[in-house]
T-cell receptor, first 115, second 114 residues
Framework: DAGVIQSPRHEVTEMGQEVTLRCKPISGHDYLFWYRQTMMRGLELLIY????????DSGMPEDRFSAKMPNASFSTLKIQPSEPRDSAVYFC?????????????FGSGTRLTVV | AQSVTQPDIHITVSEGASLELRCNYSYGATPYLFWYVQSPGQGLQLLLK??????LVQGIKGFEAEFKRSQSSFNLRKPSVHWSDAAEYFC????????????FGGGTRVLVKP
């Protein structure tokens, strides 16, 4: 199993540009989570999906952020327009329903820098 | 709402010495509890978890943790630290359906002196 795959690993963009982060969860996992990690705020849950349906997006900071999961094997997190304060590491994680015992499987993250 | 507190932001320990990382949680029901480790530039890796049963749980890399309901704690321990244990450690509590919604503590960064 290749694990949770995120792309790109690093992204540098200019303020005002649109940024799209991508995630491929582990096959068979029906929960998908997007987290943001910053020095100031630590790990924050942005949104999570169950069976491709957004369940809780209360952590999405602003309307500039949106996330989709068009199918069980792909999710995107989009920021439009991007701002310097969006600079962070964004993690995607997946989990199998009923197996919280195993926690999440995290991807390696996307380090976003907005200049 | 659930919350997790890790009181120690940084801990420095000598190689071969013992390590204990503190974690206190707040949750209204029986919690699912986890410890994750993050090496520099990497994602988070699950060390161990607790959901019921024996309150002392064993994990990977020689780590163990003890659940104490009366103290709302889930402290992580390792008897003898190796230089490769230098990393950041996160405690998390699971809520929601099957504990799938995790809330993380702020993390404890461990430095290992030779």
């Amino acid at each position: 199993d290749a694990g949770v795959i995120q792309s790109p690993r690093h992204e540098v963009t200019e303020m005002g540009q649109e940024v799209t982060l991508r995630c491929k969860p582990i096959s068979g996992h029906d929960y998908l989570f997007w987290y943001r990690q910053t020095m100031m705020r630590g790990l924050e849950l942005l949104i999570y999906f169950n069976n491709n349906v957004p369940i809780d997006d209360s952590g999405m900071p602003e309307d500039r952020f949106s996330a989709k999961m068009p199918n069980a094997s792909f999710s995107t997190l989009k920021i439009q327009p991007s701002e310097p304060r969006d600079s962070a590491v964004y993690f995607c994680a997946s989990s199998s329903s009923g197996t919280a015992l195993y926690g999440y499987t995290f991807g390696s993250g996307t380090r976003l820098t907005v200049v | 709402a659930q919350s997790v507190t890790q009181p120690d932001i940084h801990i420095t320990v000598s190689e071969g010495a013992s390590l204990e990382l503190r974690c206190n949680y707040s949750y209204g029901a029986t919690p699912y509890l986890f410890w994750y480790v993050q090496s520099p530039g990497q994602g988070l890796q699950l060390l161990l978890k607790y959901f019921s049963g024996d309150t002392l749980v064993q994990g990977i890399k020689g780590f163990e943790a003890e659940f104490k309901r009366s103290q709302s704690s889930f402290n992580l321990r390792k008897p003898s630290v190796h230089w490769s244990d230098a990393a950041e450690y996160f405690c998390a509590v699971g809520a929601g359906a099957a504990g799938n919604k995790l809330t993380f503590g702020g993390g404890t960064r461990v430095l290992v002196k030779p």
